[in-house]
């Protein structure tokens, strides 16, 4: 009977993991299959273990043995597909897996679909990492084979050119013998080629999201000799005469589409994949490598550059322009990953470039474009600039050790406070262990440092345990840090084994006497403990031996590895957020309250700002006796002086949560905490609703119960909620399901905008300094930016805010008038180009809108609340919704209703903005029917009405504790 | 092809309860009975409330333990200090004491099966039976009645993940939920849908101002969303009704939430499912979980019109490319009374899409469905090729040495 697959197995010199290969094809679920090994004329036994298999296991393995060796896998597959005869032919190398139903699975889509190939996903198995660890097992490209699929031909999914493996696959026999498909042999990567043409055969591809191959990778671990270097470069020409190959194949079909498709699946995979291999060779192997990718990225179509993906399109850009060193920088920054920004960046004509030497042309002004990245705008730290070594040694003693990090686009001033520690650390210790003061000093596009110090008193090892020392570099810039590692690069000295630093271990110089430099896989530096007298080299043997022996893993394993994470544990245990809602409910909650103290917090600790802050300064200004405690969630600047801060999260929030006779809050205290009855919960909200809230989302109503229940839990805890209208009640208060005292006072942040600035000169004074710091006294009209966050393809806020209309055309049509503040969710971070300053501010780190609320024009916002505040005002609003932007249902029809004219497109609203003069009486009706319906309750007077409604004049009312709870 | 006559085990936890799973079972095994195959079904225990599911004597049932007294779930302490749990230990030997008398009384019935039996557990507890039993010779395909998502967010995804590993064939009800168990490293996924297992001889005129609602009033049903939206139309739509069939635990609840509205009537449990359709013109399914909700499958064959969120692969399946029905993204309520009144205004629509159920809905023939069960078989337990012997020492997948020594 003709069996259903044959799995051809390739095998030249693996006698030891032939049988293992060949066992997963024998154990496959599926029944009819059979296996032919090639032997590819080995020279290790492998042809007598293929034999012995095949005699073992008669009519299901079948050994053909090549006459001579063909030094590549494409005589051995070519010759496997002729001597075998399943209805369908599928791959395995000797040294890899097939999953046990890898048959079973490909050969049912096979004859479900009827496709000519029929493709699994393929595993990678990292041998090195270890059973268990993250990183073992890796996926090769998973994201073509999250679902099944069919494909009628290449061009439905040109996607399918990433995966050329020719492996993970099964090939109707009567489709490779009709099309006359077949191994190239002369060259490496035959794969590609193969693949290339089978796909642009087939009448049917079919994938299915089943693992069927397992592809055993196992690191090199040897630095390859030279003669292996001068062979990859062999590998590399075979690979570029390939992909030529395939660009003829494509061409003679006429399918250009498909050929510019392989040419950026070039740039994105292939190219990279060297590129970042590259920087650990020598210079002649580098430049050679260069020339010959030169070469072919030459006859590329330009239209590649701009299809591929950014960092590869630039690299490959470079590349062909001879910018070595850019082109390398850019294949190994990952700006999600750990990578460091190595490259110089350029400013021209308002727009960031990399490379040092700026575009040149159309094509480069395009591709070297990074002005989306942000690095203009994004914290240095998120950039992770390279931190270079220029000087190590060590004399009588004492080590000098300097470098520089690249300082981005001018990023740090010349006029910076700068100051650096070089910091010690052992790699397996949490907090440094050496600190060593570093000179600091700005030198233009870099900034430079240099330490001097006597390692022996800076850096004390334990000895034995902490083998490996890492270097890193704190550099304070105006009080923001940033830490860099800092490595070899361009200039360096050679680092590797160069410097030997004296030291004294804790357990005296004979567990080791000297931290010797070295360079990490990762290119930093670092430092290895090693012992330098021949008497630590003795006791060091001698520890390492009693570690090895058996009582050493036996005292090792059950004390020492139990220790460690019991110590663990218990840190994590005894700082956890559950420990400190327990320890609040069951202790802290039991102290005395203290009547005077009132802990606010505004949007989770993240500013001092909105409601609380109004009713603070309320309170602060009619002279109230209250011990105000503020909240911050990362850095206390911008909050008052003359309240207590305490960081969301600690110990001490708790405490004081725990104590206080108030809490204000506009958003949300840790949810798991029970407020004590004495306590009044002023419950302010942060703005009117127009998107569905709590309950009447979806998303809840959806959901498990418990988080009906948690929401619940919370707002039950409010005594009382501030409202601004019939509006909040009947969405806000209902979706939220609050039960409190509902407060009609309107918003205590809304009170300026009532009353205008002339009856508080403290904000009137901040309002003109922001004026002043934001440069808007050119009389030109200030027009606010403020949507709410957009999600991107994954649900996840888009980290980076572009302008709503193109900087170039907002300065020629309404750069004489208007400037515009460009004011970004608090997710978000707005994404102004350089070039825009004049006619755009990003306004983001304004930690209190109310301000700017306040000295700006116009409002041009989307769905945010915002537009519910600024209509007080009775200032121009514009609604620009674009297309494509998903409104989620809100809780009414915002363009019936809407308080300004509604733009759609970038023209839509440049014409609007340059119309709001002409076309003021037409909205102002209209504005002014918003601003009444949703402010109703918003009369100037909300922080006042707060504080006298809760917190007691004089020192007489102290005793009520239920004071809140009183109707008045 | 006309496949030759097998022997078919299904094992069940029981065999014998109410719900949706025994009434597949019984109708699968009569199904395959009908046409010759020999059927056995096994219940691991006996049902709290036993239901006689129209058995007609053409296959056996088994009941493996009379009562299950033991612990539910197998004991796996996870530190040091349960390990010395005696009690517990106790009680997890106990189990597996009588879980061993019962896997040997199912190796007894597997031992009777003539070559190319198989072996089909529905449920993950009814597996570790069959794993623990002698299966050599045969084919073991095991099944999960539910969405991937659903088995997620339980406990069964663990256990799902370790019993159902060594399958020759793990089924689940939908491609989609097939895909999603694949990447979740489940490469034996596959999947076979369920069958319709009505055959209507009466059909609903569609004019009758009814809208229907079948399934039990738990909070994964969703009938309190059903309620609020219903709260949307009710106002606008007085002659029509809304007839919730089913009890359950939020009985009482929902009959709060619906006393102010006045047009809900509350039927409690039918036996036969087409009284409740027959006399209404358009299906609602609420739920916020599903599998391969049968109540829809039944309102489809009886050419009633569906509105329902778009809770799992199930139910998009059934529902494809909204043929037959209307589909709302889960929890939007409003949209969902939209949907309803857009259907209670337009008996033509309804008609229209009554049709399209009932022609959708031949996609899951019971013949259609069995020829993909027997492709399934025919895959298991295809030959080796020629000249090779017929597996001496297949491997039995059981991992557990305990086990396999049980098994003789």
């Given at each position: 009977m003709r069996p259903d697959v044959s799995v051809v197995v390739i095998a030249y010199n693996d006698a030891r993991r032939l049988p293992r290969a060949v066992g997963s094809a024998l154990a496959q679920s599926l029944g009819g299959v059979e296996t032919v090994v090639v032997d590819?004329?080995?020279?290790?036994?492998t042809a007598e273990i293929a034999d012995r298999l095949a005699a073992a296991h008669p009519g299901r393995i079948r050994a053909v043995h090549l006459p001579e060796n063909s030094g590549g896998c494409g005589r051995p597959r070519n010759t496997g597909i002729e001597a075998s005869t399943g209805r369908y032919v599928m791959f395995l190398d000797s040294d890899d897996l097939l999953d046990r139903h890898a048959c079973l699975n490909l050969l049912a889509a096979a004859e479900d679909t009827g496709a000519d190939i029929v493709s699994g996903l393929c595993d990678r198995i990292f041998l090195d990492v270890p059973v268990g660890v993250k990183g073992r097992v890796r996926a090769w490209y998973p994201w073509l084979y999250r679902n099944r699929a069919v494909y009628e031909a290449l061009d439905d999914n040109p996607d399918l050119l990433y995966d050329t493996l020719s492996t993970n696959k099964a090939y109707r026999r009567g489709f490779l013998e009709e099309h006359d498909l077949r191994f190239v042999e002369q060259l490496h990567y035959e794969d590609l080629l193969f693949t290339a043409e089978a796909y642009l055969a087939s009448g049917r591809t079919a994938l299915i999201p089943h693992r069927v191959y397992n592809w055993l990778v196992r690191e090199r671990t040897l630095d390859p000799s030279i003669s292996n270097r001068r062979a990859e470069l062999a590998n590399f020409a075979d690979r570029l005469e390939i992909h030529r190959r395939i660009d003829r194949l494509f061409e003679a079909r006429g399918a250009h589409a498909l050929g510019q498709a392989k040419d950026v699946k070039f740039v994105n995979h292939d190219l990279m994949l060297y590129l970042r291999e590259l920087r650990d060779r020598e210079e002649s192997y580098r430049a050679r490598f260069l020339d010959l990718a030169a070469g072919y990225l030459a006859g590329l179509d330009p239209h590649v550059f701009e299809e591929a993906n950014p960092l590869s399109a630039i690299a490959a850009y470079l590349i062909r322009e001879g910018d070595h060193a850019g082109a390398l920088a850019a294949a190994e920054y990952d700006p999600a990953g750990r990578a460091e920004l190595r490259a110089r960046l350029v400013e021209r004509d308002g727009r960031v470039f990399w490379g040092a030497s700026g575009p040149s042309g159309s094509l480069g002004h395009r591709v070297l474009d990074v002005t989306g990245f942000g690095f203009h705008v994004r914290p240095l730290k998120e950039l992770r600039p390279a931190n270079t070594v220029t000087r190590l040694e060590v004399r009588d003693g004492r080590v000098r050790m300097a470098g520089h990090m690249l300082n981005p686009l001018n990023r740090i001033g010349p006029d910076a406070a700068l100051s650096g520690t070089l910091e010690f650390r052992d790699r397996r210790g949490r907090a440094p262990r050496g600190r060593v003061p570093a000179a600091v000093r700005y030198e233009g596009d870099r900034i430079g440092w240099r330490a001097e110090f006597d390692p022996r008193r800076r850096i004390r090892p334990v000895g034995f345990v902490d083998p490996v020392w890492d270097v890193r570099l704190r550099l304070r810039v105006d009080g923001e840090e940033i830490v860099t590692r800092p490595g070899p690069g361009p200039g360096a000295p050679p680092l590797d084994g160069a410097a030997a630093l004296p030291v004294r271990p804790r357990l005296t110089r004979f567990a080791a006497d000297r931290l010797r430099s070295y360079v990490t896989e990762g290119g930093h530096l670092a430092f290895a403990l090693e012992a330098g007298s021949p008497w630590a080299r003795r006791a060091g043997t001698a520890a390492r031996r009693a570690v090895r022996s058996r009582a050493g893993r036996l005292a090792w394993r059950h004390t020492g590895r139990r220790a460690r994470r019991a110590k663990k544990g218990v840190r994590a245990a005894l700082t956890s957020k559950k420990t400190k809602t327990a320890v609040f409910n069951r202790v802290l909650s039991r102290l005395p309250v203290k009547p005077a103290v009132a802990v606010f917090e505004s949007h989770m600790g993240r500013q001092f700002s909105d409601n609380p802050k109004y009713i603070y300064r309320e309170l602060r200004r009619s002279g109230r006796h209250v011990d105000a405690v503020w909240s911050y969630a990362s850095s206390r600047e911008g909050f008052p002086g003359d309240a207590r801060l305490v960081r969301r999260g600690t110990w001490a929030y708790y405490l004081a949560l725990a104590r206080a006779r108030y809490w204000v809050d506009n958003q949300g205290f840790p949810d798991g905490l029970r407020k004590r009855p004495e306590t009044t919960y002023i419950q302010t909200w942060h703005g009117s609703a127009f998107k569905l809230m709590g309950l009447d989302q979806p998303r809840l109503k959806h959901g498990p119960a418990a988080d009906r229940a948690k929401l619940r839990r919370m707002v039950e805890r409010f005594d009382c909620f501030l409202v601004r209208s019939g509006h909040d009640v009947e969405t806000l208060c209902a979706g939220l399901g609050v039960r409190s005292e509902l407060l009609a006072t309107g918003y205590p942040r809304n009170d300026p905008l009532v009353n205008g600035l002339d009856g508080d000169p403290e904000l009137a004074a901040e309002v003109a300094a922001l004026r002043r710091a934001l440069g808007l006294d050119d009389g030109r009209r200030a027009v606010l930016y403020a949507p709410t966050f957009a999600t991107g393809p994954r649900g996840r806020p888009v980290r980076l805010l572009d302008p709503p209309v193109d900087p170039d055309v907002f300065a020629r049509e309404l750069g004489e008038e208007a400037v515009l503040l460009v004011r970004p969710h608090y997710l978000c971070r707005a994404n102004v180009p350089p070039g825009a300053r004049a006619v755009m501010r990003d306004v983001g780190r304004v930690p209190d809108v109310t301000p700017l609320l306040l000295l700006a024009d116009a409002l041009v916002t989307d769905h945010s609340s915002i537009m519910f505040d600024f209509a007080l005002l009775d200032r121009p609003i514009v609604l620009h919704l674009p297309d494509g932007r998903d409104l989620a249902p809100g809780y009414f029809d915002l363009e019936r209703h809407a308080p300004g004219p509604v733009t759609r497109t970038e023209d839509e609203l440049v014409a609007a903005l340059a119309a709001l003069d002409d076309a003021a009486p037409g909205h102002a009706a209209r504005r002014r029917a918003f601003a009444a319906r949703f402010g109703e309750h918003d009369r100037g007077s909300a922080a006042r009405a707060v504080v006298e409604r809760y917190f007691p004049t004089s020192r007489t009312v102290r005793g009520r504790e239920h004071h809140g709870r009183r109707t008045a | 092809m006309a496949a030759a006559p097998r022997d078919v085990f299904i094992v069940c936890n029981n065999a014998d309860d109410m719900g949706g799973l025994q009434r597949w079972a019984h109708h699968m095994a009569r199904r395959l009975a009908e046409r010759g195959d020999r059927v056995t079904l096994v219940g691991i225990t006996r049902g709290d409330l036993p239901h006689h599911h129209d058995r007609d004597g053409s296959y056996a049932v088994e009941v493996l333990h009379r009562v299950w007294r033991p612990p539910v779930l197998a004991w796996r302490p996870a530190t040091a200090a349960q390990r010395l749990n005696v009690a517990a230990r106790t009680r997890g030997a106990w189990r597996a004491a009588a879980q061993r008398r019962g896997a040997a009384r199912l190796s007894e019935l597997f031992a009777g099966a003539r070559p190319g039996a198989v072996v089909i557990a529905a449920q993950v507890w009814a597996m570790e039976w069959v794993r623990r039993a002698d299966t050599s010779g045969l084919r073991v395909v095991a099944m999960s009645h539910e969405s991937f998502e659903a088995t997620r967010a339980s406990s069964r995804y663990k256990r799902v993940k370790e019993h159902y590993a060594d399958a020759d064939r793990m089924l689940v009800l939908t491609a989609e939920d097939a895909d999603a168990w694949a990447r979740a490293g489940m490469t034996n996924a596959d999947y076979v849908p369920n069958p319709v297992h009505v055959t209507p001889d009466v059909h609903p005129t569609l004019d009758l101002p009814v809208v229907a609602c079948v399934g039990r009033l738990s909070y994964e049903k969703g009938v309190d969303l059903l309620l609020e939206a219903w709260e949307r139309v009710a106002a606008r739509h007085p002659g029509w009704r809304l007839h919730v069939y089913g009890a359950g635990p939020d009985e009482e609840r929902l009959r709060e939430q619906a006393a102010s509205l006045g047009s809900v009537e509350f039927r409690g449990v039918i036996a036969d499912v087409e009284e409740a359709l027959v006399e209404a013109s358009v299906f609602a399914l609420p739920s916020r979980a599903e599998g391969f909700p049968m109540s829809v499958l039944e309102a489809m064959a009886y050419g009633l019109p569906t509105v329902a969120f778009d809770c799992a692969p199930g139910v998009r399946t059934l529902i494809e490319d909204g043929r037959g029905g209307v589909l709302v993204p889960p929890g939007d309520t409003a949209l969902f009374a939209k949907e309803l009144e857009r259907l209670m205004e337009d008996p033509e629509l309804r008609r229209a899409l009554g049709a399209e159920a009932r022609a959708s809905v031949l996609r899951f023939h019971p013949d259609a469905v069995l020829a993909r069960w027997d492709r399934l078989f025919d895959l298991l337990h295809r030959d080796r090729p020629s000249g090779a012997p017929e597996r001496a020492a297949r491997s039995v997948p059981v991992t557990e040495p305990a086990a396999r020594s049980d098994s003789f």
């Open positions: 590819d004329a080995s020279t290790d036994g | -």
